[in-house]
C-alpha cells in the first residue's frame, strides 16, 4: 500500500523553522514562525493562565468525555466574546462548539459547508493563510480566490475584492478575515465591511469569517466590529475563532466554531449536522485548554488580568511595527515601509523580492518566508538594528 505514495515537500514554514534552530548564528532572527513573542524572544504561559491551570489542578476530578460539543460554558463565554450582547445572541440563532484549535475550527466548517452541499466552492482572499486551501480541498470544497492585496501599492485592492464579491454564486461560501489578515496585516476599515455585508446580503453568499486574532488588532469589540457587523446583515454564517493567540494557548489546542440560523429552529437543525460532523472526525474536543480559558472568561479578576496581558502584547506589537520603520529611514533606508506601520496584528508584508529574502537567510541569518512575509512579534529591542542594517544592505 505504502509503496506508490512520493514524498511531499515540506511545509515551508515548518521547513523555515527547522533551518532557524540549525542555524549556529548568534545574531539570527526567526520572522517566520506565526507565535507571539515577548522582548526576550520567548513564548510565555500568560499569568492569568497560569492561575486558572492552577485552579483547574485543584478542582478537576474526572478525566470523562466532555461530549461532542465541548463544554457549555466556554461555548457560552467565546460566543460572548465573539459577538458581546449581539441581536444573535439575544434571538438565540447561534450555536457554538468547542475545536482543536482554528484549524479544527475551520475543518468542521469545511466539513459542514459540505454536508450543506457536496461539492460547494469556497472564495479565499488572495493572499490568505498558507493552509487554507489545503484544509478546504481536503474537506472535498473547490477553493477559488478573490483580489485582496495590493502587492505594487502595498494597499488593499479593495475595487478587487467587491467586484469579484459581487460575482459570488448564492451558493457558495465566502472566507473573511474578521481582522489581523494573515499573511498581509492589511484589514478592512468599518465603511469597506459595511459595504461587503452589502454584497453578502444581496448576492446571498454564506460569510465564513475566521478569527485566529481577536484583540491582536485594536482590541477585543474593535476586532470584531466587521463579524458583528456581517451578523446583522445575513441570515445565515459561520465564525471559526481561535485561542492559540490571544491566550497564547498554542499546544493546548482550543477554538471553536460557531454557526448562525434564519431562526433558533433553524439553527437547531443546522446544529444537529455540525455535531455528526464533529462525530465522524474527532468525536469529542479536548478539555484542557476550553477549561482555562473558561475560567478566566467567567472570572471578573481573571479576566481583567487578561485584558491587560493581552493589551500588552498587542501594544507590543505596534510598537515593533513603527521601531523597524524608523530604524530603517535611521539606516539610509529611503523606500517608503511606512505601509508597515498601517497595518495590524502578527504579520506584514515586508516587499522584498525572494531573491533578497534568501539573501537575508544566507548571509545575515534572518528567516522569513519566501513571499517577504514576516512576523512582527519576532522583532526585539535586541534585535532590531542588526535586522535594519541587514535589510538596508540588501536593498
Request: net charge negative.
Amino acid at each position: 500500500m505504502f509503496g506508490s505514495l512520493k514524498a511531499l515537500p515540506a511545509d515551508p514554514i515548518l521547513g523555515l523553522l527547522a533551518k532557524y534552530r540549525e542555524d549556529a548564528n548568534p545574531q539570527k532572527i526567526d520572522l517566520g514562525v506565526g507565535v507571539y513573542k515577548n522582548e526576550a524572544g520567548h513564548t510565555a504561559v500568560l499569568d492569568c493562565v497560569k492561575k486558572a491551570e492552577k485552579y483547574r489542578l485543584d478542582n478537576e476530578d474526572t478525566k470523562v468525555y466532555i461530549g461532542p460539543t465541548g463544554s457549555p460554558l466556554f461555548n457560552d463565554e467565546m460566543a460572548k466574546l465573539i459577538f458581546g450582547n449581539h441581536k444573535v445572541l439575544q434571538d438565540n440563532r447561534t450555536r457554538t462548539v468547542s475545536t482543536p484549535g482554528g484549524t479544527g475550527a475551520l475543518r468542521v466548517a469545511a466539513e459542514f459547508i459540505k454536508s450543506c452541499k457536496p461539492g460547494a466552492t469556497i472564495w479565499v482572499s488572495n493572499p490568505t493563510w498558507a493552509n487554507h486551501t489545503g484544509l478546504f480541498q481536503a474537506a472535498g470544497l473547490t477553493v477559488k480566490t478573490y483580489p485582496y492585496y495590493d502587492y505594487e501599492n502595498k494597499s488593499l485592492d479593495f475595487d478587487g475584492m467587491l467586484a469579484a464579491l459581487k460575482q459570488v454564486s448564492a451558493d457558495d461560501a465566502v472566507l473573511l478575515h474578521a481582522c489581523c489578515h494573515n499573511p498581509s496585516g492589511m484589514d478592512l476599515n468599518q465603511e469597506q465591511w459595511q459595504q461587503v455585508a452589502d454584497v453578502a446580503k444581496s448576492v446571498g453568499f454564506l460569510p465564513v469569517v475566521d478569527m485566529a486574532y481577536q484583540g491582536f488588532g485594536d482590541g477585543l469589540d474593535e476586532d470584531a466590529y466587521g463579524l458583528r457587523l456581517m451578523a446583522n446583515s445575513v441570515e445565515e454564517m459561520i465564525v471559526c475563532s481561535s485561542c492559540s493567540k490571544n491566550f497564547g494557548l498554542y499546544r493546548d489546542r482550543i477554538g471553536a466554531t460557531t454557526i448562525i440560523g434564519k431562526s433558533s429552529a433553524a439553527v437547531d437543525i443546522a446544529y444537529s449536522v455540525l455535531l455528526y460532523v464533529i462525530r465522524v472526525i474527532y468525536s469529542m474536543p479536548p478539555a484542557h485548554g476550553a477549561a482555562l480559558v473558561e475560567t478566566i472568561l467567567s472570572s471578573d479578576e481573571l479576566r481583567h488580568e487578561w485584558y491587560n496581558e493581552l493589551s500588552e502584547m498587542r501594544d507590543r506589537i505596534n510598537g515593533n511595527r513603527r521601531l523597524i520603520v524608523d530604524k530603517l529611514k535611521e539606516n539610509g533606508v529611503t523606500r517608503n515601509f511606512d505601509f508597515i506601520t498601517e497595518q495590524k496584528g502578527m504579520f506584514s508584508f515586508l516587499g522584498i523580492t525572494p531573491e533578497q529574502v534568501q539573501q537575508l537567510q544566507d548571509e545575515y541569518a534572518i528567516y522569513m518566508v519566501g513571499s517577504s512575509r514576516m512576523s512582527i512579534a519576532g522583532i526585539a529591542n535586541s534585535n532590531v538594528d542588526y535586522l535594519a542594517q541587514s535589510i538596508a544592505k540588501v536593498l
